[in-house]
C-alpha cells in the first residue's frame, strides 16, 4: 500500500529535550516536507527537500532541522524543543516536475513540549 | 507569489443540506488548485484538482468544485452534505513550482 508513515504519533516531552519525528515513504516521491498545523494558521510549511542531500526552508524554519540522506526518509529534528513547537506535525510527498502534482500525507505526529 | 484565502473560518450546515466553501487565490498566471480534507485524527486526502480544461471539477465523496478565473476562485460544492462529511477542508494553489500554498482551513460542522 502506498503510503506516508510517521513515528511517534503522540509524543509529550519536555523543553530542551532533542528529539526527532521521523517520516518514510514508499511511493519512490523526489519531493517531501514537513507542515506544523495550528489552530487558525492551517499549514505551514517548515522545510521540503527537492531530493537526497537537498533540503530547502519552508515559511516557518526557525527551530527546525532537517536531513534527507535517503529518498525514502526525510526526519524532522527539534535540537531543543521549546513550548511554542506544541503542534501537529504532517509529512508529506509527491512526484516533483509538475504543479499539478498531489501531495500525499502522513497521519501526523501531534507533539506537545512542556 | 501565490497565495489562497478561505473567507470562512466554521462553517455549520444540516445533514442533508447544500454545502459550498469558499476559496479565493492569487497567482499571476493559470494555477492549479487543490481540495483537500482533513478528518478527525487523520492526515490530509485529496479531493479534487484542477490544472486545466473543464472549470467543473469532481471528486470523491460526491464533491464537486468550479473554478472562476474572473473571480480568482475555486468553490468547492456538495448537493447534499452527510454527516461524514465533518472535517476541515483546506485548498491549496501551486503556481510555477510545485510547492503547494495552503489556505487557513475551514472547518465544517454538520448538524443531525
Known amino acids: 500500500e502506498a503510503q506516508v508513515t510517521q513515528n511517534p504519533r503522540y509524543l509529550i516531552t519536555v523543553t530542551g529535550k532533542k528529539l526527532t519525528v521521523t517520516c518514510s515513504q514508499n511511493?519512490?516521491?523526489?519531493?517531501m516536507s514537513w507542515y506544523r498545523q495550528d489552530p487558525g494558521l492551517g499549514l505551514r510549511q517548515i522545510y521540503y527537500?527537492?531530493?537526497?542531500?537537498?533540503?530547502d526552508k519552508g515559511d516557518v524554519p526557525e527551530g527546525y532541522k532537517v536531513s534527507r540522506k535517503e529518498k525514502r526518509n526525510f526526519p524532522l529534528i527539534l535540537e531543543s524543543p521549546s513550548p511554542n513547537q506544541t503542534s501537529l506535525y504532517f509529512c508529506?510527498?509527491?512526484?516533483?516536475?509538475?504543479?499539478?502534482?498531489?501531495?500525499?500525507f502522513g497521519p501526523g505526529t501531534r507533539l506537545t513540549v512542556l | 507569489a501565490q497565495s489562497v484565502t478561505q473567507p470562512d473560518i466554521h462553517i455549520t450546515v444540516s445533514e442533508g443540506a447544500s454545502l459550498e466553501l469558499r476559496c479565493n487565490y492569487s497567482?499571476?498566471?493559470?494555477?492549479?488548485l487543490f481540495w483537500y480534507v482533513q478528518s478527525p485524527g487523520q492526515g490530509l486526502q485529496l479531493l479534487l484538482k484542477?490544472?486545466?480544461?473543464?472549470?467543473l471539477v469532481q471528486g470523491i465523496k460526491g464533491f464537486e468544485a468550479e473554478f472562476k478565473r474572473s473571480q480568482s476562485s475555486f468553490n468547492l460544492r456538495k448537493p447534499s452534505v452527510h454527516w461524514s462529511d465533518a472535517a476541515e477542508y483546506f485548498c491549496?494553489?501551486?503556481?510555477?513550482?510545485?510547492?503547494?500554498?495552503f489556505g487557513r482551513g475551514t472547518s465544517l460542522i454538520v448538524h443531525p
Open positions: 508529506a510527498s509527491s512526484v516533483p516536475g509538475q504543479a499539478n502534482n498531489e501531495q500525499f
Open positions: 511511493m519512490n516521491h523526489e519531493y
Open positions: 527537500s527537492m531530493n537526497v542531500e537537498v533540503t
Open positions: 497567482y499571476g498566471a493559470t494555477p492549479y
Open positions: 484542477y490544472f486545466s480544461g473543464d472549470t
Open positions: 491549496a494553489v501551486t503556481g510555477g513550482s510545485y510547492i503547494p500554498t
